[in-house]
T-cell receptor, first 116, second 116 residues
Framework: EAGVAQSPRYKIIEKRQSVAFWCNPI?????LYWYQQILGQGPKLLIQ????????DSQLPKDRFSAERLKGVDSTLKIQPAKLEDSAVYLC??????????????FGQGTRLTVV | DQQVKQNSPSLSVQEGRISILNCDYT??????FLWYKKYPAEGPTFLIS?????DKNEDGRFTVFLNKSAKHLSLHIVPSQPGDSAVYFC???????????????FGQGTTLQVKP
């Protein structure tokens, strides 16, 4: 079974530039997450999709971050304009949606973003 | 506010001995707990989980214990192997409902080093 695919693996941009990350979840997983992991910290949820609808974006800096999940499969996360503090690893994860129980999330390898 | 806390940033144990990683949480609505392992330059990998209806779950060398009254869980690795050296994250989620999306909230991580 193929895992969560993310691209690119690494990205270096200058502040005020824009950047986009792509994620392809595990086939059949209705729930998709974008997490931000700053060095030395645990992953922090940015946005959660259920199919192509947003169920939680409470910690997404909406003035500069945006995300979409067209057709309920692939997703893109965009930052425009980037700030130095956006330097982090951006992790995409997906999980099977169960009506009753929470289920584990499976993560991609992440995109390491460096803003200079 | 840090709802999931791993108070030990690092742990070093000898090969063959037991590794015990600890995690505390504050939100009494959490009912599903997970441990993830992360190697450098890779995404977190799901290790083991436990539902709040249990106090112990075992999978090979890995056992997770849950103490609901103390809001504490721990991961035991017996025997520890050098390949277990990684960052370990605990995560928690609340039962999906009108006010909870089932999102995973992570601790800061504990770096485990197993010495040969």
């Amino acid at each position: 079974e193929a895992g969560v695919a993310q691209s690119p693996r690494y990205k270096i941009i200058e502040k005020r530039q824009s950047v986009a990350f792509w994620c392809n979840p595990i086939s059949g997983h209705a729930t998709l997450y974008w997490y931000q992991q700053i060095l030395g910290q645990g992953p922090k949820l940015l946005i959660q999709f259920q199919n192509n609808g947003v169920v939680d974006d409470s910690q997404l800096p909406k003035d500069r971050f945006s995300a979409e999940r067209l057709k309920g499969v692939d997703s893109t996360l965009k930052i425009q304009p980037a700030k130095l503090e956006d330097s982090a690893v951006y992790l995409c994860a997906s999980s099977f949606w169960d009506r009753v129980m929470n289920t584990e999330a499976f993560f991609g390898q992440g995109t390491r973003l460096t803003v200079v | 506010d840090q709802q999931v806390k791993q108070n030990s940033p690092s742990l070093s144990v000898q090969e063959g001995r037991i590794s015990i990683l600890n995690c505390d949480y504050t939100n009494s609505m959490f009912d599903y707990f997970l441990w993830y392992k992360k190697y450098p330059a890779e995404g977190p990998t799901f290790l083991i989980s436990i539902s709040s209806i249990k106090d112990k779950n075992e999978d090979g060398r890995f056992t997770v214990f849950l103490n609901k009254s103390a809001k504490h869980l721990s991961l035991h690795i017996v025997p520890s192997q050098p390949g277990d050296s990684a960052v370990y994250f605990c995560a928690a989620s609340a039962k999906r409902g009108s006010s909870n999306t089932g999102k995973l909230i992570f601790g800061q991580g504990t770096t485990l080093q197993v010495k040969p």
